[in-house]
């Protein structure tokens, strides 16, 4: 591996680091509060959005790809 390669893989796993860190760590915070149930749906909620907002990029792809 190349040094740039290197120093590419170091700089996207810090940059993915400061997302893990706002949008996860709330989710992991409310899960380890004790009640599972309750810390079921910021998880179905996310899934959920993530799973709409891919059906929708994949329809606008299609869309300009024809």
Request: some cysteine; aromatic content about 4%.
């Amino acid at each position: 591996m190349s040094t740039l390669e290197v120093g590419s893989a170091f700089l996207m796993g810090l940059m993915g680091s400061v997302h893990c860190t706002t949008m996860c760590g709330p989710i992991a915070a409310v899960l380890c509060r004790g009640d599972r149930q309750q810390g079921l749906w910021p998880h179905i909620g996310r899934l959920a959005s993530y799973t709409g907002l891919g059906a929708l990029a994949g329809s606008a792809g299609m869309a300009v790809q024809r």
